[in-house]
């Protein structure tokens, strides 16, 4: 996938186009990311040990990776990746601007 955990995305579509936030986590089999702060959705919660009241909980929901960009550390405008070699390590470069993201 082209965004990890920790990185500033910017949604491209959907209802929450335009905000931006990090990926708390990141599902590569499902191809799903979890951005904080973008696409809240309501949980409903049973009371357990932890939380004895339960109730309605807000929380981020699931995106598809294809809904979201990198934000290019120098301009801060949503780029693509590209991926190249250096020093024998394989790092992210945002297309934009050439600046490595890793």
């Not at 191809?31 to 919660?45: C, L």
């Not at 109730?55 to 120098?74: M, Q, Y």
């Amino acid at each position: 996938m082209h965004v990890r955990k920790g990185d500033t995305v910017m949604v491209l579509s959907g209802k929450n186009k335009g905000q931006t936030g990090t990926v708390l986590f990141a599902l590569p089999e499902t191809q799903k990311v979890v951005v904080d702060g973008v696409n809240i959705v309501k949980k409903h919660v049973k009371p357990s040990a932890s939380n004895t009241a339960g109730g309605i909980e807000e929380r981020p929901g699931a995106l598809h990776a294809s809904k979201v960009a990198l934000v290019d550390p120098e301009t801060g405008k949503p780029t693509r990746v590209r991926k190249q070699i250096q020093d024998g390590k394989k790092v992210r470069v945002a297309t934009g601007s050439g600046k490595v993201i890793d």
